[in-house]
């Protein structure tokens, strides 16, 4: 009995969960309601895969490559699970319904507060 191996690349409903990840987060990443530290992980991830030193050297023929693909896998998984809940979903409706990248408006929500700064002498 032989085994049949498919490419991941034969299931298109894979790539287009990967393509949409990849758009919530290229919006994710311009939303400026995101944390930097949050866009700190895209960038380490990108770091990743240009830097030379590699978890599985990249001569070695698949999986040189697929450590990089898991590293940038994980890391936007990990990067939409930082950003806030609100952003989110907001970017989430605005690609389902094809809006075009706009800023996420102002929630409403405000801080009110007083510094005061005791004199001691």
Do not use: N
Request: charged letters at 20%; a neutral charge.
């Amino acid at each position: 009995m032989g085994m049949r191996v498919t490419s991941w690349l034969s299931r298109p409903a894979l790539l287009k969960t990967l393509a949409s990840r990849m758009r919530l987060a290229v919006r994710l990443f311009r939303e400026p309601a995101v944390a930097l530290l949050a866009k700190a992980v895209p960038v380490l991830a990108v770091l990743y895969v240009v830097s030379p030193i590699d978890f599985v050297p990249d001569v070695i023929p698949v999986l040189g490559q697929l450590d990089d693909l898991a590293v940038v896998l994980i890391a936007i998984e990990t990067f939409v699970s930082w950003c806030p809940r609100a952003a989110v979903d907001f970017h989430k409706q605005a690609i389902e319904s094809g809006r075009r990248y706009s800023a996420m408006p102002a929630t409403g929500q405000v801080i009110d507060a007083e510094f005061h700064r005791d004199q001691e002498f």
